[in-house]
């Protein structure tokens, strides 16, 4: 491998981040709008058991080179991130 190899694959890497990144985003739009309808009808924020049905589906079949406890590790970090935005922004989608 060269180093204009390298730099290639980083630089394909960083567009990868940048598409997650969006993805992630639009993922937080929806949690807030989950948490904006949870607000309205006096819900709970923490769902246990969605929660645990997400993870299960998720970590089923994680496709390679991934395993199931990075899966399970990447997405309870994103769920409590969500969790906290959600928090925040108090089931409010437009509150910065």
């Given amino acids: 491998m060269t180093e204009s190899d390298l730099a290639g694959l980083r ?11 969006e993805l992630i985003a639009e993922r937080i739009r929806l949690v807030l709008a989950v948490g904006a309808y949870k607000a309205a009808h006096n819900l709970p ?7 645990r049905q997400l993870l299960e589906r998720l970590t089923r079949s994680p ?4 395993e199931a406890d990075t899966v ?13 935005l959600e ?3 108090g089931g409010r989608p437009g509150k910065r």
């Fill in 63 to 66: 496709p390679p080179p991934l």
């Fill in 72 to 84: 399970r590790r990447i997405f309870e970090r994103l769920i409590d991130e969500s969790r906290t």
């Fill in 45 to 51: 924020i923490y769902d246990p058991e969605r929660e």
């Fill in 11 to 21: 630089k394909a890497i960083d567009a990868v981040d940048s598409r997650l990144l």
């Fill in 87 to 89: 928090q925040h922004h």
